[in-house]
Structure formats: structure tokens, C-alpha cells
């Protein structure tokens, strides 16, 4: 899979990958320079969500934010990190421990409501100030918005988050409950997928769907700081050690008593993890769902030699997500693996529309074709996957003109045929290159000699494991076998989720 | 009263005006452009607040809004009018006829929440999409939001206005109310000054508080459309004929069905009208209360130089405000009114924050004065009011080293004393430089041969007719007497207000 | 003379007065914060310039520089202040005083070259480093220019200052010069207006053209700091005393050792002051060719009673320019001055360009007509000047539907004719209202009762002094008799210049 | 060789690669939409200057031009494009045809001067209206501007660029030359690297130094029109055909008249090709002094694997640059080619400055060691290059933390100890790891178990071809065998450069 070149508009932020993910988070209480933290925790997570990025402190009483559109690089200065920092040191009373800081990145929605949805959302409910990060996607969060707003509630934005800030304030209401309590009240009512990070007056609480959909990890760091993030690489970049798993339907709580759990709903609901991460998502440099993400990758283009070798002089890869199943592939087939596409670093997000003409040009500007090494070879290409196909055909009728001689392409997952109402922004079914289409009439579209996808089987195999077996991974988007029922007419209202 | 040159901080908005307006609200409804027409308003309206400025349009369905800190000239752009008339303008099903357009200037708070703060506000609740434009001060906004979030709401900003927007949704649930009764329910539920401006899916309405604190107007363009504007300067700029004001206690509905009107309150509530719109914040072009501002400010200049004449060879103002009372003051007294202090049109509201030893020069900047104008000459210098003194008294130690033999310095309004909870926006009572002071003392204090201020009588035989008695005008800031009780310890609440 | 509001394009600086000066300029050696003295300089010279800015301080071996497109408050920081201020004070050696800064404000060509345009000019040469600030317009300039590019030359800019430049380094060529006299010889090969500011490593050389067309003083600081400035306000602002102006033909050298002198050109070269500076384009605050600017005004609207009395009811003036007149004209006369016209403060130089309907609304946003004061009144409106025409129809327009009586319009200048050479940015003569028109023409064009224009000889009886007699101005631009021969085809030249 | 992350500033654009490249460069003649494809044009080239670019188009009389600090992706807007591009097609007289564009990407100077020194330059000289882009390094820059400044020429800028400009100019003067013979005459005079392209009023001019230090390439767009650029991935990108190499000492002109040549020096100088532009600057994808730059790099690391074998279990690169001599070392060798280190795509040119503490946490995030990859493995990893040695040591403890039990450095050029003069810009000799160092020092600095450098002739024979002898190669950051005298004092001028 790669990145789309074409683009609707100049200079707003690109649709990026051909699959989005919707967000990464992170968390750190009590640590000297929380929100400095946090942007190195949100640097190595930028590539769940690359639109916007925030970071929300507190000092024991309020919170401060700084949020805007645009990569963490540039959403951030020294001068900003350092007031939500010193605005974490000013805690009153005897403590001379800073607060924490959490924060998000996300690809949202588009256009005039942007600012006003930038995340983390504050809101000030009964339970005092609160900001909250958020990864995935809510499928009642329509339904659950109509109810609130028939009992009185108004909201100030579209997002699906301030559904969840409006439900904790309900829930906060009734003399029952404590705020606490509220919390995981609050969560019963969601359905979906959900990793959500909240920051409190006095703690950070971090909660994860039942289901277990999307990643979320806690850590330490080396001076004992509880950490919670999406990703492991993220604990890794500022040198925490990896401690657990958030668990599906747990709560845990990072304050000055460190780290505490409890669980919003029963364990034995059943696991539903999104194998995407392990194919696509998840940075190869984090552990997912218990294991390595790179090594997993390895293993399944070593699995996709098995299933389906080429006979050919070279291996090759899509660049850059195609590269560690293709140095699989070539290890388990034995035939060298070299580099014939060469990605321009520079192309980013931010491009000028190309004109008909220029598509091509864009395309050959991203991914250049090094004639000398395919010139008159039998060429392996190998790619995480495929979305629409329109870059790959581009690419593949390049290799065939610098001079392939055959072009075997080798895709290591299965082919994207449904929708996905868990957090990954897929197009419209329509616009999927496997939809409704047969295998050969896939490879007819895209030109090359054979064609092989993993099969589901191979995929489960190599990504489950003793503790993750099989059966616990949501394959959705390959099967259609959804783990939760989807309300009708879910795919209209999801344009303002997350 | 002058512009404050002396600033906290770089490029900060400057607090401006020593005493500060709150907000100018407009809206019109089927104009063929409505945002263009309403930038057009808040031009006109820009004194009434300098920090921010927003435009909302609806297509009958949703609403779209822009909004940034600035003055109306540099948020705005063509492009962005464009899309929000062409929003009004698409509106579903057979009419052709396009939305209407709601917009306030404001003076906010600053920091951090500004953007999330920024006006019109927009929300959703069961009603639909709203946006609401607010000027004045609800004097019980902390205790209905602690009573809504008792409730169970949750607030997304500190903002006054979004107490207005949860108490219209909370009142709208009920199946007792339709969505238009909401409005008045919760109107009623408000004390204190305000004008309010709700821009619907299908219509503007716009209400007014019971005391009649701040001016709100209604308009006609001359194709029919309905306006409503702070003040009339607004309808003549855009060729709109002034109909007739929005009475204490009304709402005013304008849609497709022209302009309707209904009542949220008892009409016999006693007036209490802001006195100080006619002495300083309203623009001379206008017609207040009834009356022409620039002619009001010319009596009381007649006034004052009846209550307070001087031996003089010259009548001079503290340039701008000033001027209409001081040629007033020179028509009733026979004397030449010449120009001594000419203002520097460039020293706007972003100015380096000058050192103490430049904080001279900085008023020298603001204000030049003319040694050849004065020298050797008995003045007399007429200004609207004074607030803190700091420029009066640089000001006048300046007249006297370029020359003038005799200073004598007369106020058109009586000296302030006491904060004003409904809008204006003056400093701590402390800093006001008549607190507290015998007119002698002030007198010695600012360094003038004599000083006098307009008597209340004065001011209010001016300000009195027919149609609006002397008994109507609030003159707290004046006397202390406060139209209707003010909570404990609101100052201290007063900051997050608007 | 006023604003004009419709724009060719949006957010591009307006042409702002119908007429233009080309720039205003400024230096100051030796002072502690020659930077920041200069801001506040600058500051005050505003109105000669409202495109661009630049500061430049050097520390005696190199030169910084910070310019930027925009008003003075915009262009400049703090941060960019202290920065340039350090600068001066890092002077090698045993000296512990700072060098010296200077800078000019100016209205310049727009378009792709602004920023290469921006000055002062920056340049090295045998001489070393030197930054140049320039107000004027040199007629010969393109002439030079050729020479210069015969001669091997190329220039970095389009702009008449590098002219200077390249013409002071082909000079310093030669064995024959001191880098000093070569200021001087190419001085002497410049023809036309100018008053020239060089900040060299070790001095500020100031020069004035041999006609004095434009303004040019010297001043010193409380500290006995060498100042030099376009206008006299300059010094005032700063508290800087007025230490005489530069002569014609003078260079005046500002450095360590204080004020030296020494002439370019020989002293009996008959001078051409220009008369429009005292009508419209100083600061009133300032004293311009030995006199008053604001007494002049005055005394021009007296003298204009004198010539053209109006039987009427009441004097109003066209704000801001035309002030300054119409309190003279009402002191002559005897009738009161009231305030007719308000302007709004906000419409700046920035604009939405209106369409044609939006014309009028545009004029009435900038100017709003009390009818209140004019409404069956026989009214004297007092306007310094008239160029186009255009704003000055549509107001009279507005004061008859307010109700005015009659129109008395009164002009306290000659008609413009003619185009200026020498610095003033007046539009093509086909755009000059009393081009070719009899007065009774541009009577019944902007549609008054009575109109009259100062003659000549009233505006030089008022303007001459025995210092200065009536002889000794230039008044081109009325009579069309210019002072010195213009070579042919200037017009099409002078887009570039400055 | 790998991007530094330690910055000095923040948001300052990054030093980046630790050896940097001057520019590159590219023009087109005569093409439907120049701008807009020198735009893809640069994109293509942004690995040759990422601090700055520029654009310019000719209508046959005078040039317009865009260039900012910044990216390709951010200097240019589709409205920026269409302007110059239009401004191409505005050519007078009966032609329909556009005239060209030319353009650099730039890594310039710091600070103050940036936007002065903006490329292409402009300037205006007898021959007309000119703009040069320039890539390389002119040592006799210096000597060349003291002594045009001895002749009576100023400089606008500080760049070597304007010294070309200004000789051009002087040459020009001389009727002995045609403005075509000025530009040989110029060009004669300059010693060092530089490949210049220069757009005159009617023709691109593009030259190369005798010593043919920088590749510069002419092709021919699919409808015939000339091209030149830096490198063949430029031509490709566009869909142009390579046609040959802009020869050494030869100006070749881009015109309506097609391709024309002429030299201005003797072909006889010896070559001196920077071998650089193969180990690490050329883009992998071009072709270079007459060879593949990817096929070069897999056969250095096929030599290397020959020269200095490892027992291990697998290959590395250090990404990105070391891919491609890691692959041909795992072939060569017979050992696994894997992905043991993830780079982070998000970090760029801008980035927080780390404090001390967190330089170890900023090297992290650039580049992800994946523990389970070399988890007890006995690994060799390769790289193209090392500079400073800084970021290579903290990533070999981290493979060392994250159990790799052997490793093996492999890099595939020679130690570089002796700074260039031609267009490189390597650190100061002091910073370099392998000053002063004997092989087992550097061994033992880096932490690793065995270090080996390709060797020159290794390099040398793998460059060699029959038309690119070894020995026309510069080897001089190698051996410090400079093929031309080197100016004494050159290192401290050298700052300003190109």
C-alpha cells in the first residue's frame, strides 16, 4: 500500500495512505516535562493520524491545551510545550509534583468545523475540567447523540467524542455515582471501537473497548512515571519499559498513586482485535496485540512464498509499507532482494493537484522505477496490500516499461472487499479493486503476470498466538463476518465520527 | 477618554478604549448576500468590539460559520463571504430565496480559550443547528451554569453564551415547549444586560433584555429584507431604513414571513438603558434610546458650558471623542473651537509595549499637541469622561511646556465611580482616578487651572425626551444605583463573561 | 482631501490618499536604542508611507537590516528591535557607544518585486557596507541607469535607489575620492527631489536635494544625540529638540563626532519647496519650511473666508485633512463649526473591493452624515484639496438627502491640474477632476450650491515668510510651471522610481 | 550517511544530511506549461537543497519570479504556478509560443540576508533582464568580488551568484562582445565547481565548469522541447528523454531554435568528477556521469562484501541511504538482507532541539531498532557514509542494548578526512570521526566489533568506465588531492557561498 498522490485540493492536508486510521494517543502522569513527553510520545504515534495534533495539561485544579491542524512538528514550539509545562509544575497545596499531560493526533474531517473539533476536546461537566483523546470509532454514537440531545443536551461540535464528554456529564449527575463511577457508566453505553484517553483535574484515566479493537499499552518510565499509549513505539522512543496492555473493558487509572484498574464491563465478552494493525497500521517498530509488528510482517511474506512462489530472478518491493514482507519473501524463496523503486522523501502530504496529464508524472515523482535492476528480470513486486489500485497499475506499467520481463506481484494479506465501521477509513466499497472482482480480473486490471493474495488462513496463522489465538481478530474487511451487529445506515453518519 | 497606549504585552489586542463596549451583533435574513451584507454591518458596528469577529450563514438546514480574532477587515476575505452567501443560498427544495446571516464584533477574554471561545457560537440540540451572537453581561450566568451542570451538562467553553445555548436546549426537551417557546423559557431565566441575536435553520431571532440595557434595532433594506443591528449606524451603511427598536422584553422573529414579534417578558419592567451609550460607546451616527448620539453629545457640551463656563481665549477637545462636546461647549459660549492635540491615525490597537521612559513618548505618538495652537493661550479642553486619568494628566503636563497660560478642563459627563455589571467593561474601582477623590483632588491631581464634569442632572436633562424619561437611563456607574440586585462576589465571576 | 475606499484588489495596500508621498525617513546615531528610537521615528512619519518599513543599524564594521511589507505596529517586534539594537552596541574595539540606525516608511510599487524593492537599500561597495533611505523622485534616474549598465553595471532592483547606489560605488572607484567625496559627486549627477538618509559602518551621511523640494531636519536628543528625520514631529515624539533643517544641497554627517556639514552643490541654485506639503501631506504637528503646518491650515481656511464668504448656517469640515481649514474658516467667518461628517476609525487600508452597488455603501461606511446636524441647514463644507473627485460626489449626494439646504463647498487650495515630478504619487491627469473643467463644470459635477478653490496667490501669501518667500516654492502641480526642465517621457519612467 | 537530529534552533531548517549538497537545478524552453514543470521538475531535485527554491519565466522581454525559504511543496501554490506560467505565454509579437522557466532548489546561508539571497537571482544589466541559478562552489569568488568592487561595482547580495552577475555585466560593456561572448568571457574567469543555468530575455544558457565537478544534463520533453537539470531523475519524472551531458567547459542554449553549443573553455582541462554524487548525493534513481547511481551503490556493496566479509547471520542498512549497498552486500555475500532498523518518515527538517537528556530520545525516533530482528544475531550493517559518527554511535549501542551479538560496520566508500571545496558541505575537518583517527580508533569509538571502509580503489574501479576513467574522478575529501589550487584563507570565505 502507498501513499495517493492525487489530490481534490491544494495544500489540505492529503487523504495520505489509501487507509486511514483515526487516531493515536498518549498519556504521562507526573513525569518532569509531561508535555514535552508527550510530543515525543506524539512524533512516534504520527502515523496514526497526521491532520491534527494536541496536548492538554493540568495543574491539579484546570487544564491547559494547545491543538491545531498539521503535523506534531509543526503544531508545537518550544515556547508552547514549555507553558503546558509549567502550567503542569503549578499545582497548588504542599506537592511538588508536576500533573500529567495526554494528547492526540487525528485525521478527521474536513473543512469550516475543523477548529472547533480539534482534540483533545475540553468540556467542564460536574466533575470539573476534563480533556479527552480518542481512537476509533463509535457505531451508536448517532443514536446515542439523538437520546441525549431529546433529554436536553446541546452539543458545540459534530464529533463523536463530545458524545462520550456528554454522557460522562449525565452520568455525572445522579447523587449514585461518583465521577468515577460516572466514567465507567458512561462507557457501558458505547458500541464500537474505542482506545480513549481522558485527562482529569487529579489523574488520567485510559479505557479500551470490550472488543479489544484497537492497541493501547501502558508503561514506566525508567524513573517510575506511569505512561499510556497506542503504540509500544512510542514507549520505546522516550525509554519507558512496556509494563501491560490496557485490557478490553478495562479502566486505568495514572494519578500520583501510580498506576490503578478496574473494569467497565465483563471480561468474557469476546475479543475482536483489528488484524489491519498487524498488516498495515501499526509502526513495525512497535508489539501489538503481543507481538512484533516487524517480525509478524516478516512472517507473512515468508508465508506468502509459501503459498504462492513465482519463479523469477529478483524480489522487489512496493516501497515503504511492502518492504518487510518482501525481505520475507525473499528469505524464504531464496532469490535476492534488491531495491527497483525508489520513494521521493519529499513528496508529503501537501501537493499540488496534478492535471490529467500530470497523473502520471505525480506518480513517477513518488516512486521512481530503477530501469537497471528490472530491465529483462522476472520481477517479484511485493505489497502490504492493495486499495483501489490506481497507483499500483501506474507502477506496474512503468516496470513493464523500463524492461520487465514478467512481474509477479504478491500481496500479503487478503483482498479488502467491506467496509470498515471500526476506525479504519477505507472508501466506499465501490471504489475497493476487489470488489466484486475475481482474482484474474484483478491481475487483467493491473497488468502483470500473476497475481497472489494471502490467504485469511495464512494471515491468521502467522498473526495469531498462544495468548492472541486466531478467533480473537476482527476480519471484517476481508470476510464480512462483523463482530458486533451495525446499525443501518451507519455508513452516512460515520463522515463525523471519531 | 482616549486610547490607552501603554500595553502588557507585544501584539497583544490592546485593551483599547479605557472602558470597553462588549460586542455589536448584526444579522439580516433573504438578503441575496447575506454575509457580504453583514460584514458591511459589523464594519459599521466595529466599535462596539475589536478583538474578534464571526459570520454565520443557513441554507435552511445547517449553518456555516467563520470566525477569528481580528478586526472585520482583516477576517474576512472575499473568498470566504463567497462561501458563506453561497451556503445561504443552498437551500434544498423549491425556494429560491436564499438564508439569513447573524454576526457579532466582540471584546473577549484572551489566552488560550480564545479561538474555542470564538463568536457566533454554534451548537446542536433537539431544535437543530444554532448560532447566537450575545452584547451584555448576564449577571447570573455562574449560577445557572452550576445548576446545568448539576443537571448533568456539559459545557464546552467558560463563555456566558454557551449558558444561553444549554439552558435553550434543556428548556427544548420537554414535550411541552416547542422549540420556539424554548427560547423565551430560557430567556426568562436570564438577568442582566443583553442583546441577543439566534441564527435558526429557518430564521433569526432576536431578543432583548427586559431592562433594555443595550440598544437593538430593526431594519428594512430597501428590497424589503428584514435587519437587526445594534445600533442605525449599521442600517444606514447598508441603505436599510431604521423601523423601529427591539423592545425591552421582545423577541423578534425575521424569516421568510417578514418580521414577527412576541414577548418573554412582563413589558412593565422599569427601563433602565446604559446612559453611557450616549455619553461614549455609541457611534455619533447613530440614534439611541431615540435620539440622535451626535446631537446629545453637542448639548451636553452646551450644557457643560452653561453649568461650567470658563474664561478662555479658545475651546479645544481631547481628539476623538471629545469632539462633539467641545464644539458644542464653543457654540454655547461663543468662543473659536480649534484643533491643539492631533491624533495619530496609525497608533492602533498592536503597539510595542513602551519601557517607563517611553511611556511619554508613547503618548506623544497617540497625541501631538499643537504649541503654536496653545502658547500663551487660556484653554479650555472638553472631553467625554475619565476614566483612569494616566493620558489626562500626561496630556495636559503637555499643554502646559508648550505654552498654554491657563488649562481649563471640562468633562461632558459626571465622573465615574462604581463598576457597571451589565457590559462596560471599565477597570477595577480602584484605578478609576474619581474613586475616591474630591474634584479639588482631582483637579491638583491632573494639573489643570479648573476642572468641572457635567452634573447627572445635567447629563440626564440632556438624555431625557418625551419618549424615553430621565427615570429610564441606568446611572450606576455614576451613583451606585443598581437597577436590580447583583449576586455576591460576581466581579470575580465577571471575567469569562460575554 | 480623503481616503479612497474603492480597491482594485483585495488586501493589496490600498493607493490609501488619492495623493501619495513617496516616504518618509529617519535616523539617529549614537543614542542607546537606535533601533527602537527609530520605531518610535517612524511611527511618527507614518503618514508619508504606509507600505513598507525598514530599519538598519550597523556596528561600525557591518549592517543589519529588518524591512518588511506593512504598516510600522506590523513590521516590527521586539524581538526584532533588540535584536537590531544589539547589533549597534557589538561595536569592536575600545568603544563602549553603540553606532547608529535608520529607516525609511514607503509607498512603493506592488507587484513580485516588493520584496526585493524593500528598503533601506542594502549594498557593498569599495566603501564598505552602506544601507540607503530615500524620499523623492530623482527625473534622471533611468538616464543614469543606462549610462551605468553601459558602463558594466547590473542592478539587483528596479528601484531609483540603487541607482544611487551603483552611481556612489562608480565614484568610490576612482583614487581621485575619499569613499566621502564620492558621495558627493553622485550627489551632483542627481536631478529632482530628494532627501537622501545613508547609513554607512561609522556614519550617517544625510542629504537634501539643491531645490529642497521634500522636508529634511536635524534634531538632538535630551542626551545630545545627532538625529535626523523627514518632518520635525519626529523629534517631538522622541523628545528630541529641533536643531535646524538641512539645507539645499547640504550633506550632514551624523557619527561620534557629532553634526558635521559640508555642500554638494552650489548654494544660489533657486529653491522649490514643495507647496503640497503644507496643504495636505505633512503632520500637522510638524513645522515645515519654517513654519506651522497646523497655523498654516488654519489661516489658508481663514484666508478662504476672506476670498469666498458663503452666506450659511453653519461650518463643517470633510474629515480628517480638511479639519484644520474649516475651524479657520469658521473663525473668519463667524459661524459655528459643528461636526457633520463622522469618520469610522476602522476602515483602513485594507479593504473588500466593493462591487458596483456596494460603491455608495463603501463611501458611506467611511464617512457617515449626521442628519441630525445638517438637516435644513445652509452648510460651508471646508475640504483642503480635491483629486479625483469621486468620494467628494457621492458626499454631497448623501448631504442632500440628509436634508441640507444648501451646499457651500470651499476648497483652501488651487485646482490640480498638473502632474507632479518631484515625489507626489497624484493620479494621470485624465483622472484630475478640475482637469480641463471651468470651476462652474466641476460645480455642477459634484453637484453644490456654491464652490470656490484659494487662489494661488492666497495660498503663497499664507505659505511665504521672510525666510521663505512665496517665490522660493514649487507649485507645479497648479500652474504647471516646473522649476526645472523634465525630460521627455518622464511618466512612463516614473512607475519604478523610489 | 543519515539525517542529523540534533538542531541548534528550532524550526531553523535543518542542517539535514550531515554532508550537504549546494543546489540543484532545472530550466525548460519553450514547453505549453514551464513553471509548472520545473515545479516537478525541483521536486524531483529536492535532495540537492531543501532550505529554499525558486522559480522564473520569461515573456520575452522581461522575467517574472517566485522563490521563497522553504520546500518545494510549500513555496509554490497553483495560483503562484499559473501566474509565472501565464507570464511565459504573455510573449509579444506574431509567436504563440511560451518562452521557459528555470529554477534551483537551494541550501544557502542563515539569518538576516535570506531573502535577499533568494534564487534564482535577478538582475538587469546591458543584456537585459537576467536570472541564474546556480549549483556548485566558485572558489576565486572573493578574489573576483574585490576586485569588481575595485572597479566601481556594488553588490546587492553577499552570494558568489551575484559575482557572476556582475562580471556578466562588465563583460557586457565592452562593445568588443555580444551580451553570448560576455557570458563565455565571464565564465572564463571563474574557478571551481558550478553548474549555472541562466534565463535570459529569449534563452536558457546553461554552462558547466571545465572540471565538470556537478552533473548537469540536457533532455527533450515528449513534444520536443529542451530540458536541462542537475539530474536524469528530473528528465524521467517528467517524461522527458535523456539526450546527453552538458559537456565540461560548454554552454549549451535552450531557445525557439532548439538545442544550440558552443564551449568557453578548452577541452583538454582534466575532469574532475565528484564521486561523492555517487556514494551519497545523486538521487538513486539518475543516471551519472554516465552510470546508474542505484547500480553503483549495490556494487559497492558487493565489493565491500568482497573486500571485508563478515561471519554473520544477516544484512542491515542504516536507512535510508545505506539500502542500497546493504542489498548488494547480502547478495554478494549470500547472507539474508532484513529490517532491523525503522526510520520515522514524520521527522523532517523541522524539529524541537533536544536538550542534552533528550538527544538519545531524538536519535530514537528518527530511527526504530527492532530488537526482535536482531535479538542474538550476528549482524552487519552498512552504510554509505559517515560524517561526524554521532548518530552512528548511539544507534550501535542501541542494536547493542537490543541484543545483537556481533556487529559488523560495513561502509561502502572510503574514510573522508580533508573538507571540499566544490560544493560539498562537510563539517569542518575537526568534526569529522575519521580525522586524526586510524581505522581501530574510529572501531573502538563506535562501539562495534569489526569496522571496515571500502577502499578508493574499490570505489574507484567500481565508477570507472571506458568513457568515466577512475581518474577522472575528484577523490579529494578522500586523499585531499585537490585537482585545482586551492585560494589560501578559501575555508573562511566559504560561508557565504553559492
Given at each position: 500500500m502507498r501513499l495517493t498522490v492525487l489530490q481534490p485540493q491544494h495544500r489540505t492536508p492529503e487523504p495520505g495512505p489509501e487507509a486511514r486510521e483515526k487516531c493515536g494517543v498518549f498519556g504521562v502522569w507526573g513525569e518532569p516535562h509531561p508535555a514535552r513527553t508527550t510530543y515525543f510520545g506524539l512524533f512516534a504515534l504520527q502515523h496514526r493520524g497526521q491532520e491534527s495534533a494536541g496536548i492538554a495539561t493540568t495543574n491539579g485544579e484546570a487544564l491547559e491545551r494547545h491543538a491545531d491542524m498539521g503535523l506534531v512538528s509543526t503544531v508545537f514550539s518550544p515556547e508552547t510545550l514549555s507553558r503546558l509545562d509549567a502550567h503542569a509544575h503549578s499545582r497548588p497545596g504542599p506537592t511538588t509534583r508536576p500533573g500529567g499531560a495526554i494528547g492526540p493526533n487525528r485525521d478527521s474531517t474536513t473543512g469550516a468545523s475543523l477548529r472547533t473539533n480539534a482534540q483533545p476536546l475540553m468540556g467542564y461537566f460536574k466533575g470539573g475540567h476534563v480533556a479527552i483523546a480518542h481512537n476509533g470509532n463509535i457505531i451508536n454514537a448517532a443514536a446515542l447523540r439523538r437520546r441525549l440531545e431529546d433529554d436536553g443536551h446541546a452539543f458545540a461540535t459534530t464529533s463523536d467524542t463530545e458524545v462520550v464528554l456528554q454522557l460522562l456529564a449525565a452520568n455525572a449527575q445522579s447523587s449514585l455515582f461518583s465521577p468515577t463511577d460516572a466514567l465507567a457508566a458512561a462507557l457501558r453505553e458505547l458500541k464500537g471501537a474505542f482506545s480513549l484517553v481522558f485527562l482529569f483535574r487529579d489523574r488520567i484515566e485510559a479505557a479500551r473497548d470490550p472488543w479489544g479493537w484497537r492497541p493501547l499499552v501502558i508503561g514506566r518510565t525508567s524513573d517510575g512515571h506511569p505512561v499510556v499509549a497506542s503504540e509500544t513505539v512510542a514507549l520505546s522512543v522516550i525509554g519507558a519499559e512496556f509494563v501491560r496492555e490496557v485490557q478490553p473493558g478495562e479502566i486505568v487509572t495514572l494519578s500520583d498513586n501510580g498506576i490503578e484498574s478496574r473494569r467497565f464491563a465483563d471480561a468474557d465478552i469476546p475479543h475482536a482485535h483489528c488484524v489491519f494493525e498487524h498488516v498495515y497500521f501499526a509502526s513495525p517498530a512497535s508489539t501489538v496485540f503481543g507481538q512484533s509488528v516487524q517480525m509478524i510482517r516478516e512472517r507473512l511474506g515468508e508465508r506468502l512464498a509459501a503459498e504462492a512462489p513465482a519463479k523469477a530472478d529478483l524480489v522487489m518491493a512496493m516501497p515503504d509499507s511492502g518492504r518487510s514482507a518482501a525481505t520475507g519473501f525473499a528469505m524464504a524463496s531464496g532469490l535476492p532482494y534488491r531495491e527497483g523503486i525508489i520513494p521521493n522523501r519529499y513528496v508529503g502530504r501537501t501537493f499540488i493537484k496534478p492535471t490529467n496529464e500530470e497523473r502520471i508524472t505525480a506518480v513517477r515523482l513518488k516512486l521512481n522505477v530503477i530501469s537497471e535492476v528490472v530491465k529483462d528480470q522476472r520481477v517479484v513486486v511485493v505489497d502490504d496490500s492493495i486499495v483501489r489500485g490506481t497507483t499500483t497499475r501506474i507502477k506496474m506499467d512503468q516496470l513493464r516499461d523500463a524492461g520487465a520481463r514478467e512481474i509477479h506481484l504478491r500481496i500479503s494479506s487478503p483482498p479488502i472487499r467491506h467496509p470498515c465501521f471500526f476506525g479504519v477509513d477505507f472508501p466506499e466499497p465501490s471504489q475497493l479493486v476487489a470488489n466484486g472482482r475475481a482474482l484474474d480480473d484483478i491481475r487483467r486490471l493491473l497488468g502483470v503476470d500473476s497475481l497472489h493474495y494471502l490467504s485469511l488462513e495464512g494471515l491468521l496463522e502467522v498473526c495469531?498466538?498462544?495468548?492472541?489465538?486466531?478467533?480473537?481478530?476482527?476480519t471484517a474487511c476481508y470476510n464480512g463476518v462483523y463482530p458486533i451487529e451495525i446499525p443501518a445506515g451507519l455508513a452516512k453518519d460515520m463522515m463525523g465520527c471519531c
Open positions: 495469531g498466538s498462544p495468548s492472541v489465538p486466531a478467533g480473537h481478530y476482527c
